[in-house]
């Protein structure tokens, strides 16, 4: 599967964005799917991961409150819904996924993920 993240640009802190992360592919509800975030000089860092059917969703504690996954599976994308945003969220976004059939799984590591897309730069200003 190949996945192209887009939706990311320049806000306020306080502002609001939604991005999103199209597969390619006939399969793609078989895919757990998560998005990640990269700031400079960090570690990749786990933002949210929603299961193959959307039906379990799960998010870092930062995230947790003013970020929601959502997954369309006819349209082949997952979305984030990042709201309150603050400058500290500042980084490039990745969506990632990893074929799990129908299952609930949702993984926090990077290493759970054998797909990643290139990346979305989000930027918040004070």
């Known amino acids: 599967v190949q996945l192209q993240a887009s939706g990311g640009g320049l806000v306020q802190a306080g502002g609001s964005l939604r991005l999103s992360c199209t597969a390619t592919?006939?399969?793609?509800?078989?895919?757990?799917m998560a998005w990640f975030r990269q700031a400079p000089g960090k570690e990749r860092e786990f933002v949210a991961a929603?299961?193959?059917?959307?039906?379990?969703?799960y998010y870092s504690d930062s995230a947790k409150g003013r970020f929601t996954i959502a997954r369309d599976n006819a349209k082949n994308t997952v979305y984030l819904q990042m709201n309150s945003l603050k400058p500290e969220d500042t980084a490039v976004y990745c969506c990632?996924?990893?074929?799990?059939?129908?299952?609930?799984?949702?993984?926090?590591?990077?290493?759970?993920?054998?797909?990643w897309g290139q990346g979305t730069q989000v930027t918040v200003s004070s």
């Open positions: 990632a996924a990893d074929f799990r059939v129908n299952s609930d799984f949702y993984g926090v590591s990077p290493f759970q993920y054998a797909y």
């Open positions: 592919g006939r399969t793609f509800s078989r895919y757990a």
């Open positions: 929603i299961s193959t059917s959307g039906g379990i969703t």
